[in-house]
Antibody
Framework: QVQLQQWGAGLLKPSETLSLTCAVY????????WNWIRQPPGKGLEWIGE???????SYNPSLRSRVTISVDTSKNQFSLRLRSVTGADTAMYYC???????????????????????WGRGTTVTVSS | DIQMTQSPPTLSALVGDRVTITCRAR??????LAWYQQKPGKAPKLLIY???SLASGVPSRFSGRGSGTEFTLTISRLQPDDFATYYC????????FGQGTKLEIK
């Protein structure tokens, strides 16, 4: 059974860099995509970005200029860095596994579609001066 | 980014009721839609994927339908444990979530 354990600094000052890590226990690390999602207090879910085992990333356009997601396959871990944080970045941050359907061949390319089936417990990050 | 709109934002119901939540996509997402349940202080839990496939361990009173731009999540006989917030999520093009539907006890 796959479990995700996440950790990182919970209190930051404006302009600092948010840094979180998520460790994957059980299951295959290489067959899935690994995601970060956040949820401001009392609000809905926002996808931040994802990475696969080979280091290929995709980011939410609204955060792309400040986000880096990286992977350490030797430890089955992936990490999130969000630069220049402000109060608007205060949120619960979740890591989640992206489980892929069988690839779909469209034209000459395979497309992968995946949903989040396993989530970490979340890390509260507060940005305050 | 594909915008997802859920309705209603809040739904009041009784134990034993049948309820339906609607999710609309601004453009077609085929059947690449998931539904999640979230309780206060907890991470979201996957209920449905590919619009109508029940996730492992999810009770059969939950069902999903739809394709293209309009989707529904139905709970056939509400149980006390079902009162929570529900989110739809498209994964046709990147990922985006609906704003959520809070299911409350009437």
């Amino acid at each position: 059974q796959v479990q995700l354990q996440q950790w990182g600094a919970g209190l930051l000052k404006p302009s600092e860099t948010l840094s979180l890590t998520c460790a994957v226990y059980g299951g295959s690390f290489s067959d899935n995509h690994w995601n970060w999602i956040r949820q401001p207090p009392g609000k809905g879910l926002e996808w931040i970005g994802e990475i696969n085992h080979s280091g290929s990333t995709s980011y939410n356009p609204s955060l792309r200029s400040r986000v880096t997601i990286s992977v350490d396959t030797s430890k089955n871990q992936f990490s999130l860095r969000l630069r220049s944080v402000t109060g608007a970045d205060t949120a619960m941050y979740y890591c989640a596994r992206g489980k892929s359907h069988e690839p779909i061949l469209i034209g000459s390319y395979f497309y992968y579609y995946y949903y989040m089936d396993v989530w970490g417990r979340g890390t509260t990050v507060t940005v305050s001066s | 980014d594909i915008q997802m709109t859920q309705s209603p934002p809040t739904l009041s119901a009784l134990v034993g009721d049948r309820v339906t939540i609607t999710c609309r996509a601004r453009q077609t997402i085929d059947s690449w839609l998931a539904w999640y349940q979230q309780k206060p202080g907890k991470a979201p839990k996957l209920l449905i994927y590919k619009a109508s496939s029940l996730a492992s361990g999810v009770p059969s009173r939950f069902s999903g339908r739809g394709s293209g731009t309009e989707f529904t999540l139905t709970i056939s006989r509400l149980q006390p444990d079902d009162f929570a917030t529900y989110y739809c999520q498209q994964y046709k093009s990147s990922h985006s979530f609906g704003q959520g539907t809070k299911l409350e006890i009437k």
